[in-house]
């Protein structure tokens, strides 16, 4: 490009346009590969602070104008993903179930005083699913600050870009705005940072969101008025994620709004910090002994073998029960027969599994005694609540199982941020009726295989 190193450097010193998440200099925030970048100067006095999230490809420099703007009693704590500034060699996630943890492990302590969490676009969905963690670790943020992204809940109407060959994708950054033109340009500099940017771009298109408890903080949402990615409608149903109260802003801009114009959201969020700042400090939350759902009983067993032909000689032909449907799913890797024990509110069904490929996972056949279903009055509140509790739950959130129930699994293992879990059983949730047995089953949909 014209000038060389020149234009490098003078890309360098353009301290709110996107590409000194790349490129800035020691001098704007302290490096260290560490998840937070830099500590700031009343790191140890401040009674609160304001941990931010970028957006895709963003990194600290976006927050450098924050750090003296709300005065010497809140601490901004921009955080720094791999793949970019001082981790610029390091690997960026792609699954925000893979980062969730090592992330929340890294910023556990910052959470002992009382905080709030920022995010804008990408950044707001990391924001959010880092709240739900902490705040079922006991460590409940004051409020969640959402900025540029509809609703965590809500699909995107526009096509995936992270999959676009480099040309196409460039030209879908360019849309977005934010990037300087020389960086487009220059193929060089553009493939410099283009895979921890293409990662993002995966990470948020492939998001959905993570199993986990409902939040309970304030919620304020912003957005740029012309901003293409976020409609006033989309962003008010970030609503719909907390019990808390919420609130929304429109400000004069497009997707990048907060670099071109920051003042009008500053005095925004420093407002909203400062009226918080009274109040105590955050404490583990308590646990909830109202529990806001019933087992209602055994609603299945389930029985894994490689071979489902000796399984049915058993359970059939030897013990006479019936084959009431049979399952299919590739995505489970499982073949299955659906059996009857009983009948009325003691029925209890007995499901035979072999893999449909014993080289894939999940392998059906271990254990064979696969996992035990109880009948559940409230899934959703069965699983927001027993979340809270610090129980883990399987990847995959509330999804359909066989016969179209909506299910979820309790993870058999416990973790360092769930330390509760099945104690070496899978325990699936079975939404049902009032009832176990043929009550229940009869509200069922039957998935076709």
């Given at each position: 490009m014209p000038g060389g190193c020149r234009d490098v450097q003078q890309l360098r010193l353009r301290r709110h346009q996107f590409i000194p998440d790349l490129y800035s200099s020691p001098g704007i925030l302290p490096m260290t590969p560490s998840w937070i970048g830099g500590r700031s100067l009343n790191a140890d006095t401040a009674t609160t602070r304001l941990i931010c999230f970028s957006h895709a490809g963003g990194g600290t420099a976006l927050y450098a104008p924050w750090r003296t703007a709300f005065g010497p009693e809140i601490e901004v704590c921009p955080v720094l993903l791999p793949g970019r500034e001082a981790r610029m060699r390091e690997r960026a996630y792609r699954r925000m179930e893979d980062l969730i943890d090592p992330l929340v492990d890294a910023l556990m302590p910052y959470l002992d005083r009382p905080f709030s969490l920022f995010g804008h676009s990408m950044g707001s969905i990391v924001a959010f699913e880092v709240a739900r963690r902490v705040a079922g670790l006991g460590r409940v943020p004051r409020s969640l600050l959402v900025s540029g992204r509809r609703a965590p809940h809500l699909r995107s109407?526009?096509?995936?870009?992270?999959?676009?060959?480099?040309?196409?994708?460039?030209?879908?950054i360019?849309?977005?705005?934010?990037t300087p033109e020389e960086?487009?340009?220059?193929?060089?500099?553009?493939?410099?940072?283009?895979?921890?940017?293409?990662?993002?771009f995966e990470l948020n298109e492939r998001y959905t969101p993570l199993i986990g408890p409902p939040l309970a903080c304030e919620i304020v949402a912003f957005s740029g008025d012309r901003d293409p990615q976020v409609t006033e409608s989309e962003l008010l149903a970030w609503r719909e994620v907390t019990s808390g109260p919420f609130s929304h802003h429109l400000l004069d801009g497009n997707h990048f709004y907060l670099q071109a114009s920051p003042a009008p959201l500053l005095?925004?969020?420093?407002?909203?910090?400062?009226?918080m700042a009274s109040t105590q400090a955050t404490r583990p939350a308590p646990r909830d002994t109202s529990r806001p759902f019933t087992v209602l009983g055994v609603h299945h067993v389930a029985i894994g073998g490689p071979d489902k032909a000796r399984l049915t000689n058993l359970w059939v032909n030897l013990l006479g029960l019936s084959v009431a449907e049979r399952f299919r799913s590739d995505a489970d890797n499982v073949d299955e027969d659906i059996l009857i024990a009983g009948a009325g509110a003691g029925a209890v069904e007995i499901d035979l599994m072999q893999p449909l490929d014993p080289a894939r996972k999940p392998d059906v056949t271990r254990p064979a005694l696969n996992h035990i279903g109880l009948a559940v009055s409230d899934l959703d509140a069965a699983v927001a609540w027993l979340a809270a509790q610090g129980v883990r739950f399987a990847d995959g959130g509330i999804r359909r199982g066989a016969g179209g129930a909506r299910v979820a699994f309790i993870h058999p293992a416990a973790s360092a941020q769930f330390p509760l879990g099945g104690e070496g059983v899978l325990i699936e949730l079975v939404e049902a009726g009032s009832a176990v047995g043929h009550d229940a089953r009869d509200e069922r949909v039957r998935r076709p295989a």
């Open positions: 109407p526009r096509p995936p870009v992270h999959c676009l060959d480099d040309a196409a994708f460039a030209d879908a360019a849309e977005l705005g934010g960086v487009l340009r220059d193929r060089g500099i553009f493939q410099t940072f283009a895979p921890s940017l293409r990662a993002d005095a925004l969020v420093g407002a909203h910090l400062r009226g």
